[in-house]
């Protein structure tokens, strides 16, 4: 999780600010883009899920995905952010559609695989929390580094505010570190063999009854409430520091590191309060707290302030990084039960279609800053670029998980599969040939 979480987010979290806001990237470009970008990778996840599930060799199903993925992932974030400095209009936009499609695109082939592993290793929902709460603590940790240390490396340590060197030099630390890290461990990985030797499931029928399931469809826009708030917050918190607090770029390591590390020790808080009281009530409650949150940041006036709303992102986004996954793997757990085929893989890509079109969303938000604002990039920001990012940062957040909180009451999952429901049958032995 360490390794997968580095790249991407550095590529999310910075995205905006090198593009737009540096290289003077047009939002209404950078909004078409967008949407083109997450309409591909929303068709290519569940392909990608599907052939893994697909895959047999002796390496196991999701293995060999993660060793060809690594390299391609560091490969094309290095290239995002290596733009050069004379590129303009078309030029640029084209360097900057590419780029993003196919790191987006290595990022899906990798979590498509590494995602299935955690309902496969862990049946039971106490382990699975745990096992889950570690993961999420790596994440975090790859979060602290690729977020809240990448402006001061980006701005400060080997560039400026207004230079790119600086992000190609940590493209290229933070590509190698991923690279190494992801290799390493999927080297060490251990699948199951039982569950390739199951007959490879095909993919219209298997499409087909996902997508009449109508618990992936409640499910999946819920959760996509969560993950399209968190997609806006992670693009544009740094313009949020530059713009709305009217302070320096790398402010954003402090209000950033205090989010990250109360998400951090609050993994363990919402743990417990699972085993307690079960995923599904701490689900609602963690969207309750999240949606709060946006509210108070909405109203911070400087670094103080916005680190005390910030105090409260952290611990509603550690609930829902605590307890979203267990709501979608019991929802794998029913449809395994049901139909006798495990199709991590796929499933999980296409709960990542909703994902996954965050960036839709994302885009047309930046791309409503210039329709109500003005800001059309860093060199044309408009009369009020403060409550412009003031509401991309916190109202468009604040909306979205208000719907997820007010929908996840409204739904009930399966309850815990035991796990020899969910276990794949042995092989049948070879009939034994009659005595002669």
Not at 21 to 50: E, K, Q, S
Not at 230 to 245: D, E, H, T
Not at 301 to 327: E, F, H, P, R, Y
């Amino acid at each position: 999780m360490f390794g997968t979480s580095l790249p991407i987010n550095m590529i999310k979290g910075s995205m905006i600010l090198f593009y737009v806001d540096i290289l003077g990237l047009d939002v209404r470009a950078y909004g078409v883009v967008m949407v083109v970008y997450a309409i591909i990778d929303a068709v290519d996840n569940p392909l990608l899920g599907h052939l893994s599930d697909r895959t047999r060799s002796r390496f196991g199903r999701r293995r060999p995905w993660l060793l060809a993925g690594a390299p391609m992932l560091a490969a094309c974030m290095i290239a995002f952010f290596s733009a050069p400095a004379s590129l303009q209009g078309i030029g640029l936009l084209l360097w900057f559609a590419v780029f993003a499609i196919l790191c987006e695109a290595f990022d899906s082939m990798l979590n498509a695989n590494y995602g299935a592993l955690l309902p496969e290793l862990y049946p039971l929902e106490r382990d699975r929390a745990v096992a889950n709460g570690l993961r999420q603590g790596f994440q975090l940790v790859a979060l602290v580094i690729s977020l809240a240390v990448t402006p001061l490396l980006t701005t400060e340590v080997f560039g400026t505010e207004e230079s790119t060197q600086g992000f190609q030099i940590t493209a290229i630390i933070y590509g190698t570190v991923a690279l190494v890290v992801i290799v390493f461990m999927a080297l060490g990985a251990r699948e199951s063999p039982r569950y390739s030797t199951r007959e490879r499931p095909r993919l219209l029928p298997s499409v087909w009854s996902i997508v009449r399931n109508p618990m992936f469809w409640r499910v999946g826009l819920t959760g996509a409430c969560y993950g399209t708030a968190m997609a806006l917050v992670l693009s544009g918190i740094q313009l949020y520091v530059r713009y709305s607090l009217g302070l320096p770029v790398v402010n954003a390591l402090y209000l950033q590191g205090i989010v990250i590390l109360v998400s951090a020790g609050g993994l363990v808080v919402w743990t417990r309060v699972i085993a307690r009281r079960g995923a599904l009530w701490t689900w609602r409650l963690a969207f309750a707290v999240l949606a709060a949150s946006f509210a108070a940041l909405f109203f911070a006036t400087d670094l103080v302030t916005a680190i005390a709303a910030g105090v409260l992102v952290g611990a509603g986004w550690s609930g829902m990084l605590a307890t979203n996954d267990l709501i979608v793997a019991r929802v794998l757990d029913a449809d395994a039960a049901r139909n006798g085929q495990h199709r991590e893989g796929l499933f999980l890509s296409a709960f990542g279609f909703f994902g996954r079109l965050n960036g839709i969303v994302t885009g047309l938000a930046l791309t409503s800053l210039g329709v109500f604002f003005g800001y059309n990039s860093g060199a044309d920001p408009g009369a009020d670029p403060g409550l412009a990012f003031r509401v991309y940062l916190c109202v468009y957040p604040f909306v979205l998980t208000t719907i997820g909180a007010l929908a996840a009451r409204l739904i009930s999952v399966p309850s815990e599969t035991p796990p020899e429901a969910v276990e794949p049958p042995p092989a049948a032995a070879e009939p034994m040939e009659p005595p002669r």
